[in-house]
């Protein structure tokens, strides 16, 4: 593109690391679909050609009843998603990591008003009996009520639900009456885990609803409400107003989808993202003294460093303590991390190791 | 741009019309500036350097106190706005014509949790007569405590305030211990129409802090709350993320608002399209039967016509009702509106109520 | 009662005015039925005897179908049932002078989360022409969506709707798919004025739920949520305790509301209310130079008097302002007011207008 | 008391039980406090006599930095006191068992808007180790930032602090710029417990401020939240009436708290309730099979049966599973808990475990 712009480019591009999948751009495919979509005059809050297509989309990959609600980040598509299912006495049964319940400010207390009811989990993953020590109560006004399960597909410990660990989740919810919530942040990096089509651990799995993440996939920005089953919702496109998620010009955030999910971009992107931190895993656990701490399943990497090794490290490379007490730190890769970029890292981390002790 | 996509162009980019300043795209520039922009990891959540350097644009147009906050859209920039700058029990005093009041879908109440006190006014624009309306009851516990005066620059009804006014009302509302808060979605237009520099008629005024419109000055999508007066705030970044706010990708928003206020994009666009809608009022007034409603002092004519004509050009032009019951009608131009699109329109009014009795 | 208390009397129990009528204290009879409530063990939270038996007399009153939730105070009971009659994006058609808009410290928006559409009248009541000002904008999720047509009956005028009137904005109300809350603070004195039973213009006239005011009809606190559509309402246990109106010892609460509805002691003393208002009226319009500015159908009078005799009457007798620019003031009538206490106040401000020019 | 009234008795008032102690009424002198108050007019809102004094009875208890602000129940008191004592960005740091948690219905969170940051804890108790578990993030704008630390005296497991560990509290939170909020729905019985005055752990321990129970204490209703450090707090009355807890006849509120605190009443009742729980617990603990499961610090006894002793014995005296996986109960005693009740109680426990195996 030759068109001039007032704006500089202020950053080098061929700069990579691990600290977060939004650390990235937007993927190359992804700006194609915004100018091509670009020009002329279309009817906006979503009554575009952009939008009403995406529904045709969505519905390939989540079945018939799929209707898709594009809005602007994460923690807007899951305030929009907990509002539209519960009642304004609900309370959230969740995973005590779940990013609703750590990352997102208290927007589910505050905006959508619901309470979180919070399980420890050893892997990011609930289960029917982690469930059971918040369903109950059932009836008694004392008690906000456990209206909706909310799992993560990945979780934010990068574990992945298998499809049946998913299915007998929405049973034993829906059997109390609950609705299943699936924040699907890394949805796709999931999907190119197990190697099964989106809709097998979704609606053929009985999730109501759920957040597909498009800003870690490689979209500029944009996610997306996908209403699995009708009934289990009220008032989303109103509630989308009033939660500050309608973008006015969302012919933009529906033709990234389309780009996103109408080839094959978004399981190319979070296989290769999936692929580096397999290789990263690999990489580091045969360094002496690191521990890869859970399962890799997706595109993240959790490891056990000496607090010394982290901090020197950190001075090369910018990345996160997950847990700074314990020595936690969190390595992410994305659509652009190259073997090269991992190769450098896992030498990194091999030479700092190397001076401890 | 030859990159590939799977998203495919579904509309006619020479195809524009009336309806909205948000029917139309993006800017060329602005692209441009986004590809820029990309590529690389740059830190997420507006430490990059886009963001960084944004700041240093704000202070220049707003003076050296004027800090940035980048967010998605206008509701979300309004409820951050009048969140920070109030307290828990606050009021806010606007028109009633108010885009917070009628068209944000009760978000200011259910996510600000703030009571909008409305005033009736002739033209979209208070004054401190008809502030006082409503500036009242200090001290009550009964009244919801009035904290804020909120008006627009430009109006919902496309007129625009003088310095001078502006100047007034803030001196008003800040004897009486109030805030003032800008909502500036058509920002640019006003400087467009007044000539004069941005800070003239909102820092150099007294406002406190302001919304800056970016979509309908041709971005993407991006507003940004700029605060005037550090005093008048408390808790921005965390209300933001708290309000569903915070973008991840940010250096995104902020390359864009870049490339519209480094240079003059911002003035050249909003100068061409309060040219359009100068000469599309000036078009139509000539047309026998057609009643222009208010001065037409930005992008924004406001008309009166018969029913029957307005339903008849409706099926050849899309735009909407103002007031159906009085046929009231709006029409907007923007940054892409040409000489050519504009009597166009014009003809064809002119051919509708030809037919009209 | 003769049991000591380390308590000591601080007022004239002689001491009457006409500020307000919950200025006066609770009803012999209400104190009385405390104290046969009192002793021994009752379950808490409503499950209680004296709260079972005020179903069967609240339907007593209002039909069949009517359920009482008996909370602490007007506002709460407002906010209660206003939730549990609107979605989350609900929006609640009212009178401008409408209690919940003017006087509960903006509770409606901030508890409940609910819009107020608020319409100017000439003496505090809605009419279908009234109410179609602002119901209006169904799917349109940019407004906020009218679901509740909020009633005063009385009204905070003073004035007092006909069964008819009810019942024709009731069929308005229904026809568009909202529904009617009568907030009932002086529901007794509506009766008193019309002369039939309590059902004539509530059940029978279609109005889906009321707040049932008992504290200005003697009690020593409590209103009672009173749902007379049980269709028209969710969750309305679950909501009473969220929004922080569950009394603990409930019993106290319903044994109030027995003494004053199990027989006729709400019509007593809101019949001699009114009749104290009548003569008020009667006395003071004979007075040169005070005008009543509204008919005079409940306990309340309004009028509108010179400024400085208004001062002066103050310093005499505590009551307020109702417009104080327009030299409006409201004089309230409870069921201790005396004959004497009235003709006292009419002399009063018969001597403070002679002297006035 | 010799009035009529409409209502009946409905209830054996010699009838008492170990359910809860808001199953209690009203103690006798509280209800002569309220008759003295009654007749007369008295401004209302809080303007009244009763209300004025009161401050004067708090600042003998709390010191003169003391500040009574009278409402309805507990949960009100608590929601008011967060809020107040909190920014709209702000969490809780609380004991997982705390009340604000489990048993009020949500409202902390929809009313209140804070996040809670639970902790679990051995004994209700929180430490400045365990509230370390949750004091962390500050700055971080993705983290609801600790700004309360909410301790309960006595806690919800019937344990008390004594006046160093509120101390440590109260040094650590302020360290760390946080504000203490004590929920003393239960403070009475604390004061007797440990038999110093109340300031001696609240004021003088450094609690900011407090919600003092009047309801378990014998009163009808009513609760006050107690500001011990002014500059801890903002907008109290504003936010009594926005959150629907500003009493209109405040003078029968005022006058309760009147009886029962300034002579002995509290401490009388509280003590008497406290030796009927040990008692209890000593009866008990003497029965084979039965583990008392806390110390027996106040007016409650948590208790470990077997299934079903528990439930034949709740066929005869009616009270609630605290953790009816564990087979955990719970038995209170109120200001009218009599010794006959205590060993009546005891020794059905004692034939219900005796029948068991």
Redesign the interface.
């Known amino acids: 593109?030759t068109?001039?712009?007032?704006?500089?480019?202020?950053?080098?591009?061929?700069?990579?690391?691990f600290?977060?999948d939004?650390?990235?751009?937007?993927h190359?495919?992804?700006?194609?679909?915004?100018?091509?979509?670009?020009?002329?005059?279309?009817?906006?809050?979503g009554e575009?050609?952009?939008t009403a297509?995406l529904q045709e989309v969505m519905r390939g990959h989540f079945g018939p009843t799929a209707q898709a609600f594009p809005v602007?980040?994460?923690?807007?598509a899951n305030?929009l998603a907990l509002?539209a299912a519960s009642?304004?006495?609900g309370?959230v049964i969740c995973a005590a990591t779940a990013h609703i319940n750590?990352?997102?400010?208290?927007?589910p207390?505050?905006?959508a008003?619901?309470?979180l009811l919070?399980v420890p989990t050893p892997d990011g993953k609930l289960t029917p009996e982690l469930i059971d020590r918040e369903a109950w109560g059932w009836e008694d006004?004392?008690?906000?009520?456990p209206q909706i399960v909310s799992i993560a597909q990945t979780t934010e410990l990068g574990t992945c639900y298998t499809p049946e660990e998913i299915r007998e989740i929405c049973d034993h919810a829906h059997e109390r009456g609950m609705k299943v919530h699936l924040d699907g942040a890394r949805l796709a990096n999931a999907a190119a885990t197990l190697g099964v089509p989106l809709r097998a651990f979704t609606t053929d799995a009985g999730v109501d609803l759920l957040c597909f993440g498009g800003?870690k996939n490689g979209l500029?920005?944009g996610e997306s409400v996908v209403v699995l089953n009708p009934d289990a919702v009220?008032?989303v496109?109103?509630?989308?107003?009033?939660?500050?998620?309608?973008?006015?010009?969302m012919?933009?955030v529906s033709?990234?989808f389309?780009?996103l999910l109408?080839?094959d971009?978004w399981l190319r992107s979070a296989s290769h993202a999936n692929a580096m931190a397999t290789r990263l895993a690999e990489g580091v656990r045969a360094v002496d003294g690191v521990e890869i701490l859970y399962p890799v399943q997706s595109n993240a990497v959790f490891a056990r460093l000496p607090h010394e090794v982290t901090e020197r490290l950190q001075k090369r490379h910018?990345f996160y303590y997950w847990d700074e007490a314990a020595g936690d730190v969190r390595w992410m890769c994305?659509f652009d991390t190259t073997e090269a970029d991992v190769d450098g890292f896992v030498a990194a981390v091999a030479e700092e190791m190397g001076k401890h002790k």
């Open positions: 593109m068109a001039t712009t007032d704006a500089v480019r202020r950053h080098d591009p061929e700069l990579r690391g600290a977060s939004n650390y990235a751009g937007a190359p495919e992804i700006l194609a679909a915004i100018a091509l979509a670009n020009g002329g005059h279309q009817v906006s809050y575009d050609d952009y297509h602007f980040n994460g923690t807007g305030i509002q009642e304004r006495w309370a750590v990352d997102e400010g208290g927007a207390e505050r905006v008003g619901v309470k919070t006004e004392h008690r906000a009520q800003t500029l920005f009220r008032g496109p109103h509630l989308r107003k009033a939660s500050t998620q309608l973008a006015s010009k012919r933009f033709a990234q389309e780009a109408a080839g971009l910018r994305s």
